[in-house]
């Protein structure tokens, strides 16, 4: 593990105060101290699941200590999950940030408003975004219902959650060097950042990673998906390789093609999906014991 920083950033109008302050803030990396070698210090965490908001599961555990493993490695963080229907507002401490909602997304020529959320893990000093809105997730499970139905909008929540983080990320004028996205309902997000937002200040320099989990979805996606998916200036283009019927598998591939790294967080992930990383180049992080697993993790965030 990397020892913490000892490095004071200021942050003012997009600049930070080194000793090069002809380098702009995206294009800034620290150092890992007493090293030469470059360490990426801001790490983006959006995740479909953390615990203790919603019921243990690997991707939930996960979210829930890599965060705090890598800022307790001297990182700066930031964590964005969906705000399922079922998870307590109150018991949580939930609260509606006003400054971060109020925008609508268009999502097939119809408008859904924005609503962020944020609470806090007091013990990990950690703070938690959470992504809501009224048609999406109010009211609702994950991605099946209470009588274990996928949900018929799985497709735009995807789109929603995905579009929602970034532009909320916007907002808060921060620039992460790595963004690290779990959960296929994450899944958009390479895909984005190399498109429509490619030019954001704020990811201008940011490099992907995806982790690939062995949980799936069972019904395809919408047929209109990559039509509904398309924003700014986006073109179709970009998903003319997605086959359909739409899915897992070619949602994952999707986002394993827009992605820097691709990182095996199951040993049962199906071979198609490791052989298409290959062929295309992709640093591969194999699956790793779990005493392990953020110590690589944050290794493998260095190697962009």
């Known amino acids: 593990m990397f020892n913490k920083l000892k490095t004071t950033t200021l942050f003012l109008t997009q600049v930070c105060v080194s000793s090069d302050f002809s380098v702009p803030l995206h294009s800034r990396r620290l150092y890992s101290h007493g090293t030469n070698?470059?360490?990426?210090?801001?790490?983006?965490?959006?995740?479909?699941?953390?615990?203790?908001?919603?019921?243990?599961?690997?991707i939930a555990n996960i979210g829930r200590t890599l965060p705090q493993e890598t800022q307790e490695s001297g990182?700066?963080?930031?964590?964005?999950?969906?705000?399922?229907?079922?998870?307590?507002?109150?018991?949580n401490q939930l609260h509606e940030v006003i400054r971060l909602s109020g925008m609508n997304l268009i999502i097939d020529d119809t408008d859904h408003p924005l609503?962020?959320?944020?609470?806090?893990?007091?013990?990990?000093?950690?703070?938690?975004?959470?992504?809501?809105?009224?048609?999406y997730f109010q009211n609702r499970l994950m991605t099946v219902d209470a009588d274990g139905n996928e949900y018929s909008d799985n497709d735009e929540r995807t789109i929603f959650f995905a579009r929602g983080v970034l532009e909320t990320v916007k907002k808060l004028r921060w620039c992460p060097?790595?963004?690290?996205?779990?959960?296929w309902i994450s899944a958009l997000v390479p895909l984005y950042i190399k498109s429509a937002y490619r030019e954001e200040p704020s990811f201008r320099d940011s490099k992907v990673?995806?982790?690939?989990?062995?949980?799936?979805?069972?019904?395809?996606?919408?047929?209109?998906?990559?039509?509904?998916?398309?924003?700014?200036?986006?073109?179709?283009?970009?998903?003319d390789s997605v086959n359909t019927p739409?899915?897992?598998?070619?949602?994952?591939?999707?986002?394993?093609?827009?992605?820097d790294g691709v990182i095996l967080n199951s040993p049962n992930i199906p071979e198609s999906l490791i052989a298409y990383?290959?062929?295309?180049?992709?640093?591969?992080?194999?699956?790793?014991?779990?005493e392990n697993y953020a110590k690589a993790c944050n290794e493998f965030y260095d190697k962009f």
């Open 115 to 135: 609503i962020i959320k944020v609470a806090s893990l007091q013990a990990a000093r950690m703070q938690v975004y959470f992504i809501d809105n009224d048609d």
């Open 75 to 91: 990182r700066e963080i930031r964590i964005f999950t969906p705000k399922w229907g079922f998870i307590n507002e109150r018991r």
């Open 277 to 290: 990383a290959n062929e295309l180049g992709k640093p591969i992080l194999p699956n790793q014991e779990a």
């Open 177 to 183: 060097e790595v963004i690290h996205c779990h959960g």
């Open 246 to 259: 739409i899915t897992y598998e070619e949602l994952a591939k999707l986002a394993i093609k827009y992605s």
């Open 37 to 58: 070698k470059m360490k990426a210090n801001r790490i983006l965490f959006i995740t479909q699941e953390i615990t203790p908001f919603v019921p243990e599961s690997e």
């Open 209 to 239: 990673v995806f982790s690939l989990y062995d949980t799936n979805f069972n019904n395809p996606l919408d047929e209109n998906f990559t039509k509904k998916l398309l924003c700014k200036d986006m073109v179709e283009s970009l998903v």
